[in-house]
Every structure is written in C-alpha cells, then in structure tokens.
C-alpha cells in the first residue's frame, strides 16, 4: 500500500434499533435467541489462533432458566496459560510493526460486522446468557460496542497527530510504540462491550492480549472473539483462556514481560492483584500499566425543589435496569423530605407496573440476576431490612429461585444513613432511600461525600442553580461521572468517558483518548540536520 496521511472515517454513534413490535429487528432477535436456546455450543480456549479443549468443562445456563444447557466452555490448564503468553509474545513482532492504518481497518471492520451480521446474535447471546432485555442488549452488546471499535480507532489517529515542535535544525518526532510485553485483560458478566473493548483497545494500539472473560459471560465472549476472527485480527494477537482466576492470573503475573492489565471487576480482586504486581516488580522488564475499573455505590441526590416525578424516574431506571448490575446502577438516594411523598408515590408505581421474566418476553423490564451466589446474598440482605426495625421496605422484597434467579426490584427506606445497605455495594436491585431534613441540603452533601469507600457515578437533582453549584463543589470527589438532572447510568462513548477514583478504579475513561495513552509507551526522536563540530561555545570566546 502506497504511504499517505490516512483520514479514518469519522466516528458516529451507532443508531439505537427500537424492536418495536412487528419491526425487523424484532423478529429477527427472537427468532436468532431461540435458535440458540434450542442448540449448544461448546467454547474452546483461544490460543494462537487455535481452538484449544482440554480435560476439564464447564456448563452455561441461562440466569433466568437455570436449569436449561446453553453449552459447556473449556478450562485452561498452566501449561495453556503459558502457551497463551508465549505465543501473544511471538505474534508481537509483526502485530507491533503492522502500520497503524490496517489495525485500524480491522477493528473497524469489527464494528461493522457486529452492526450488520452479528446484530442479532450478538445482542440474543446477551440476552440468554446475561438475562438482558432486548433494549439493555442493544444498548451494550451492539451500539456501545460498535462506539468503543469505532471511537477508538479516530482515537488513536488523534493520538498519533500529537507531535513537538520542531525547528529548521532539528526535526522533533513522537513515535507511538505499544508496550513492550503483553496485556493482561479480565473482563465482568455484565457489559459484552467492556469484555470486547478491554482487549481490543489494547490490541488496537499494537499490542497483544491474553484474555480472560468472566464465566458467566463465555457465551457472548465466543461471539465476539468470532468477530474478531472474522474481521482479521491475526493469530496470537487476542488469545482467550478461561478457568481458576487465580491460577491464571498468578501464572500472567509471574511471566517477565507482563506489561499492563486491563481490569474491570470487583475492588477486592483488583487490590490483590495490584498487590501481587508490586511484589513481582523486580521481576518484570518495564513498569506495567494497571488500569482497573471496579466497584461503585452509586448516588441520587435530589433537592427540594427537584421535580419529584423526574427523580422517580431516575430512581427506577437508574437502580433497576438490568436489574441493578451495572458498576454505575443508583443504589442510595438522598431525598429531601418535603418532595418525598410524591417520589414515593411514583416509584411505587413505577415499580409495580413493572413486569419479570425471561428476555424473549419483550414486555419484561426485569429478569433475573447473574447467578446462585448473587442470588444469595441480595436475599440475605432484603430479609436482614425485614427483620429490622430501623428499615422499611416499600416496594419489592419477594425473591424466587426455582426456575431463574429473580429478585423482585426492592426499595428499602432507613433512618440511619449509615445503613448498611447505603454502605455496602449489593450489586442488584436492591435502592435504599434516606430521607432527609430540607433544611440539611448542605449537611447532606457532605453525608453523600464521606458515606462511600467509592466514588464511580452519581447524580443531582435541583431547579435551584445555587443549590447545584454547591453539590458540584462538594461532590467533586465523590464521582467520576457526574450527572446533573438525570441518573447516574448510561454513559455513551464519545459523549462521557466513564471511570471513577477512589476504590472505584483508576479513572482512566474508557470511550475516551486517556484509555488509549495507557497502551502506548512513546519515544521521542530528534533528528540534527547538521551536527556540530567544535565543542566550544559562544561564551567561551
């Protein structure tokens, strides 16, 4: 291919389908879902462009129909780990000198399949395996997707365009190099975007990826590494292993030329693998880069003169779309006490007009959480806020496990705002509401700021300006992703990079150019066009 300034296409945010009934989408979503709800599959490990299967499977099954067999998934052995790594390393050497233009072409070509294709199988795997509605799927397995393929590559080219100043005497040049080793990416159940944009961002700017996707989300994983086979991402690039999370990650962290993770996932494993980094560091060839985004407590915060049926909606939709599990999901509101009546009026019925059950259901707002485990502790906590007198459950509280796991969208009022469950992250939908005095707009504020060990998203509610600058000034640590008069979920890339600080991760913003910085170790190159040839200068004279 010729030389040339390369001009990528202009990122868009894909279209949002509606899957309203009797539109072609719709139909072509069901049918897709219920042809996979009828088959299995069987996932192997991804090594150097191989399908590797080994001695020990594992079983997927829908959240909200546990009992059903979607397939079975490969688990990797130590020796499969290794292979993983050395093969990403030997793949390297051409990954990394490829021109930058045809990386490019195939993550964007990614997008392009996944919005055409895949569409459909992409968003039905998310809806079986992650119990998502059609419109959470589209939202994430589709669009925010096709946005991180998309974006990243305009991302990059911007990047590059970053140079020095030069003079006549000395050409100044920045080179963008990836880094020197391999990336390291886990990704959770709950987002098929963040599980494909982890890799991929890394992958893009020339690096290559060991990848291990959470367990529950194998089965939309498969259909993204099958995009990426597809689009040309090249053997040894993108290599995927799943099994014991620690074994595998001890066996990464060991390796020498462990470069950099990529992490989404909860804080106690971030920490502890952040630890085992620093205690192997005399051990690895660079310094690697550690980016994470973990845990959250989500925040709505809403004023006096808040309209109360605003803050009702951003309360139902911020706590329980996909039923709570989003790392940004509203899991505490401050509500001041004069408007309380009439956001619990509308919650309430908001709440009740909701409706449970699968996804290929498209009346369902709510379907079932992840798994047993998770499950089992919203459970224990809905009926500690039964027993005790300090709390009260409005809405919500039932919970039944015989054919999925559903947890009723449950919102428990306290008088303690230390509460614990305005504390602890529960990850479902479970909302804990505290009414406060009108009067302590200020001292709630503070009480918002100083109750969470997190800081990932929160919201404010106002028609008062005053009032809002304020909680912009008191809440600036408190967020990494504010919202002023809507809830706190739903970032888009290109328009709010996410992250957060504290023990919500390292606020490296995903959807945006900081991600990408992580990925890339620059070198500065200063060309003299005529060196001197006398040591002596001027002052010398």
Request: with cysteine; proline share 5%.
């Amino acid at each position: 291919m010729g030389n040339g300034f390369f001009e990528v296409p202009i990122a868009v945010n894909e279209p949002i389908k509606s899957y309203v009934p009797g539109s072609p989408e719709r139909k072509e979503v069901l049918e897709t879902y219920k042809e996979m709800y009828d088959s299995e599959v069987e996932v192997p490990l991804y090594i150097n462009g191989k399908e590797v299967k080994t001695k020990e499977t594992a079983t997927m099954s829908p959240p909200h129909d546990h009992k059903h067999l979607l397939g079975t998934y490969h688990k990797a052995t130590k020796k499969n780990v290794e292979e993983a790594i050395s093969t990403s390393l030997d793949a390297r050497k051409k990954w990394a000198a490829m021109p930058w233009e045809q990386r490019a072409a195939i993550f964007l070509r990614a997008a392009e399949l996944i919005a055409g294709p895949y569409r459909a199988k992409i968003n039905a795997a998310t809806m079986l395996a992650q119990s998502k509605n059609i419109y959470q799927a589209e939202i994430d397995a589709a669009c925010e997707l096709i946005d991180f393929l998309r974006f990243n590559v305009q991302y990059m080219t911007e990047i590059f365009a970053e140079q020095p100043e030069s003079t006549s005497a000395a050409w100044n040049r920045i080179e963008y190099r990836p880094l020197e080793g391999f990336v390291y990416a886990i990704t959770p159940f709950n987002f098929t975007a963040i599980a494909g944009n982890l890799p991929a961002s890394a992958a893009l700017m020339g690096n290559v990826v060991v990848w291990k996707p959470s367990d529950s989300q194998v089965y939309s994983a498969k259909v993204i590494l099958d995009v990426f086979r597809e689009a040309g991402v090249p053997a040894g690039v993108i290599n995927m292993v799943m099994g014991d999370p620690v074994m595998i990650t001890d066996t990464i962290l060991a390796s020498p030329d462990f470069s950099g993770i990529h992490f989404t996932g909860s804080t106690h494993v971030f920490k502890d693998i952040w630890q085992k980094v620093g205690t192997n560091i005399h051990n690895y060839k660079t310094y690697p880069r550690i980016v994470g985004e973990t845990g959250g407590k989500d925040f709505i915060v809403a004023h006096k003169t808040s309209d109360p049926k605003q803050v009702a909606t951003a309360m139902a939709r911020g706590a329980f779309e996909f039923q709570g599990q989003k790392c940004s999901a509203a899991s505490r509101c401050y509500i001041s006490e004069s408007i309380w009546k009439d956001v619990k009026k509308y919650l309430v019925a908001d709440i009740k007009s909701f409706k449970m059950g699968s996804p290929d259901d498209m009346g369902n707002f709510i379907t079932a959480v992840i798994h047993e485990g998770s499950f089992d502790k919203l459970a224990s906590y809905i009926d500690a806020a039964k027993k005790d007198k300090n709390a009260e459950i409005i809405a919500g509280g039932n919970y039944d496990k015989s054919k999925g796991y559903f947890i009723e969208p449950t919102v428990i009022v306290v008088k303690d705002p230390k509460y614990t469950t305005m504390c602890t992250e529960l990850f479902g939908p479970v909302l804990t509401v505290y009414v406060y005095d009108d009067k302590k707009w200020e001292e709630t504020l503070h009480l918002v700021d100083e109750t969470s060990e997190y800081a990932l998203t929160g919201a404010v509610f106002s028609e008062d300006r005053y009032a809002l600058e304020e909680a912009v000034k008191i809440l600036e640590n408190a967020a990494g992703n504010f919202y002023i008069n809507d809830k706190p979920t739903g970032a888009v890339v290109g328009q709010q990079p996410f992250g957060g600080a504290r023990n919500s991760g390292t606020n490296d913003k995903a959807g945006s150019k900081q991600n990408l910085y992580r990925w890339i170790s620059p070198r500065m190159v200063k060309e003299t066009f005529v060196s001197p040839t006398d040591y002596r200068y001027p002052f010398m004279g």
